[in-house]
């Protein structure tokens, strides 16, 4: 079983992203949806589950999540159209 997730979210395709960790994805992506924290995301509208992958451990999902924020636009574009080429929000297909 996986304990924490990297997850990006984006307010439409190709729109603003937002890479984060936590260790209840769905907790959390109700949170954004909802707006139930102040922060960029719901400054800006961010909401759409278009990425996530787990991580058993807590130290391999903080270097993850690093790693991805570290990169350019680009290459956070190619890694959500890896596996979400429509940039579909993958919360409804979770049993969340």
Known sequence: ????????????????????????????VFEHKEKLVDGFTKKYGVDKLVYFECCPDVKDAIA???????????????????????WEDLREKLSL
């Open 64 to 86: 993850r999540e690093k790693q991805i924020k570290g990169w350019k636009r680009e290459k956070k574009i190619a890694l959500i159209e890896s596996s979400n080429p429509n």
């Open 1 to 28: 079983m996986y304990d924490y997730y990297v997850y990006i979210l984006a307010s439409k395709k190709h729109g603003t992203i937002y890479t984060g960790i936590t260790n209840n994805l769905e907790r959390r």
